[in-house]
């Protein structure tokens, strides 16, 4: 949800394919709720360094809006839907995407990138890099970018007073992914987002298809998250149905068992990456990162 925090990181280039380097593969960033894509301590830092460290990447970090101060402003109030049409559509008509590229989405940002493989596989998402997103949806809203603290304040009045009214639904990018487990009848119907990528409204098939086309699905949970409630969405789990403190893990969820959107048999495959970091959202080292996500951008 907030704008990245970390120190520089020195990147790898090259990709080979078929016994040749035919060049790196195209990147994909969308940032979190907040920020922009072009922040120059979060997401245009992040551009750069790969730009610099990575010889000829093609690096697009997503702006939603004509100018910065709407990038921020839509990652708070442009429904996510329209969002990840726009997207779609930006991806499909740039050149430089067409033989597939990686992506790597920062908190909501992540699971907005989901929903683009799930309902956009041309042109093909090869590995999804969700950086603290949050998979199964918050219920909770501790804390928020200090400079939007005024407007945090308003959305938690406005989740207070009907996180599933159709209006606030449809103007507030939170409410669109905020998941109330004393009210999961309530969520699964109202919910213009969340419940829909999470097949909680009835089964695509394409959206199963579709993800399951990745390589790889990483996610990124932070361990001392004070942002996201629960953590454990950062992995695909959730608070237990019906009550609001034990939480179980993705395996126990009926998405996993049940295999609704594919996360089963991707999780046979070896396709699933759980990765944790001792930190708070969004923040980590130059080590952890080269490590741990460098390595999914080849």
């Given at each position: 949800?907030?704008?990245?925090?970390?120190?520089?990181?020195?990147?790898?280039?090259?990709?080979?394919?078929?016994?040749?380097?035919?060049?790196?593969?195209?990147?994909?960033?969308?940032?979190?709720?907040?920020?922009?894509?072009?922040?120059?301590?979060?997401?245009?830092?992040?551009?750069?360094?790969?730009?610099?460290?990575?010889?000829?990447?093609?690096?697009?970090?997503?702006?939603?809006?004509?100018?910065?101060?709407?990038?921020?402003?839509?990652?708070?109030?442009?429904?996510?839907?329209?969002?990840?049409?726009?997207?779609?559509?930006?991806?499909?008509?740039?050149?430089?995407?067409?033989?597939?590229?990686?992506?790597?989405?920062?908190?909501?940002?992540?699971?907005?990138?989901?929903?683009?493989?799930?309902?956009?596989?041309?042109?093909?998402?090869?590995?999804?890099?969700?950086?603290?997103?949050?998979?199964?949806?918050?219920?909770?809203?501790?804390?928020?970018?200090?400079?939007?603290?005024?407007?945090?304040?308003?959305?938690?009045?406005?989740?207070?007073?009907?996180?599933?009214?159709?209006?606030?639904?449809?103007?507030?990018?939170?409410?669109?992914?905020?998941?109330?487990?004393?009210?999961?009848?309530?969520?699964?119907?109202?919910?213009?987002?969340?419940?829909?990528?999470?097949?909680?409204?009835?089964?695509?098939?394409?959206?199963?298809?579709?993800?399951?086309?990745?390589?790889?699905?990483?996610?990124?949970?932070?361990?001392?998250?004070?942002?996201?409630?629960?953590?454990?969405?950062?992995?695909?789990?959730?608070?237990?149905?019906?009550?609001?403190?034990?939480?179980?893990?993705?395996?126990?969820?009926?998405?996993?068992?049940?295999?609704?959107?594919?996360?089963?048999?991707?999780?046979?495959?070896?396709?699933?990456?759980?990765?944790?970091?001792?930190?708070?959202?969004?923040?980590?080292?130059?080590?952890?990162?080269?490590?741990?996500?460098?390595?999914f951008l080849h």
């Amino acid at each position: 949800m907030a704008a990245i925090r970390f120190l520089p990181v020195v990147l790898l280039s090259g990709l080979l394919v078929g016994g040749r380097c035919s060049g790196p593969v195209p990147l994909v960033i969308w940032h979190g709720m907040g920020d922009s894509c072009c922040n120059p301590i979060s997401m245009g830092y992040i551009k750069k360094i790969v730009e610099n460290k990575i010889p000829g990447i093609y690096v697009l970090s997503l702006k939603i809006g004509n100018t910065l101060v709407e990038d921020v402003e839509n990652s708070f109030f442009m429904n996510v839907n329209n969002q990840v049409t726009q997207v779609c559509e930006m991806l499909a008509k740039d050149p430089h995407l067409q033989g597939g590229y990686n992506s790597m989405g920062f908190s909501q940002g992540g699971q907005f990138l989901r929903a683009v493989a799930q309902r956009c596989p041309s042109p093909p998402m090869f590995n999804l890099i969700s950086i603290g997103g949050q998979h199964q949806g918050v219920y909770g809203f501790p804390h928020c970018p200090g400079e939007s603290s005024h407007i945090c304040d308003w959305i938690r009045k406005m989740l207070d007073i009907g996180a599933y009214t159709k209006m606030v639904q449809e103007r507030l990018v939170q409410a669109e992914y905020w998941h109330d487990p004393l009210k999961e009848e309530e969520y699964r119907k109202n919910s213009i987002f969340l419940s829909d990528i999470n097949q909680e409204k009835h089964i695509n098939e394409t959206y199963k298809k579709n993800l399951m086309a990745l390589k790889k699905f990483v996610m990124v949970k932070f361990l001392n998250d004070t942002m996201v409630d629960p953590p454990t969405s950062e992995w695909f789990g959730f608070y237990r149905s019906g009550q609001a403190k034990e939480t179980i893990p993705l395996q126990e969820t009926l998405l996993y068992t049940e295999d609704q959107l594919g996360l089963q048999q991707m999780d046979k495959e070896g396709k699933l990456v759980f990765l944790s970091v001792e930190g708070d959202h969004l923040r980590f080292s130059e080590q952890w990162f080269y490590t741990n996500i460098v390595p999914f951008l080849h």
